[in-house]
């Protein structure tokens, strides 16, 4: 099956429906306090809203890429004032060695090609003790959100997508990082109608790569709980390092 998703025709629906989470901004920012970050990196940043966020906090120097013109576009017009470009993160990223503090993905690493390379890629461009965080799902993660829940045609899809967390931590000893940590952030929250038109209109990919009945079936069901209480549950899984 054909996973691939075109961002550039999606960009303004994840720029309507798309925020950067509270609870993963506050996870980072408690696990980096004390640290000098001046100079930060977000691979597939996507439209920068988490690069937005931590920007407001750390009062960075941030940067940020996407292989999406549109995302880029769309990021540029949302949250200005970030040094944004288009670059495929397969490719070799466009800035010099050890020019980073801090250098992170969110939701990004399912869509790397060749995890040496890219962890090869993302020391190199660390300053010597550079912090790396990779903030995915897990396969446990991949099971208990809310996602699964209503779409659970998708676990399969995704399992399939995601790379495990210690096939992730493996490639990153390979490319001499150390310190190596996992943490985990999960929060609820009720189901309200901003959240429900973020899976009605698809702002999450892999219900873009659901059968139709399958979408239609979980839409039903989510508007069926939303009138008793229904909660939504945000599961992440961060992968730290030190160059």
């Known amino acids: 099956m054909n996973y691939s998703i075109d961002y550039n025709n999606i960009s303004a629906n994840y720029s309507i429906h798309r925020n950067a989470s509270s609870t993963v901004v506050n996870h980072i920012l408690e696990k980096i306090k004390n640290k000098n970050i001046k100079k930060i990196l977000e691979i597939g940043c996507g439209t920068a809203d988490y690069l937005f966020a931590l920007t407001q906090k750390l009062e960075s120097d941030s940067y940020g890429f996407d292989n999406s013109e549109n995302m880029i576009n769309e990021a540029n017009i949302k949250n200005p004032g970030l040094n944004l470009n288009v670059n495929d993160l397969d490719n070799v990223f466009n800035y010099e060695d050890d020019s980073f503090d801090l250098v992170y993905s969110i939701d990004v690493i399912h869509y790397v090609k060749d995890l040496n390379y890219y962890f090869k890629e993302c020391n190199r461009v660390l300053n010597k003790d ?114």
Request: charged residues 40%.
């Open 130 to 243: 550079g912090i790396l965080v990779t903030v995915t799902d897990s396969g446990e993660d991949l099971e208990n959100r809310t996602i699964t829940k209503y779409f659970p045609e998708s676990l399969e899809i995704e399992k399939k997508r995601y790379p495990g967390v210690y096939k992730i931590i493996k490639n990153m000893k390979n490319n001499r990082f150390k310190g190596i940590e996992i943490t985990h952030s999960e929060k609820e929250y009720k189901m309200d109608e901003k959240t429900f038109q973020k899976f009605k209109n698809k702002a999450f990919s892999v219900i873009r790569l659901i059968s139709d009945e399958s979408f239609e079936e979980g839409i039903q069901k989510i508007e069926e709980d939303m009138k008793k209480k229904c909660l939504v549950k945000e599961l992440y899984t961060y992968i730290w390092g030190v160059k």
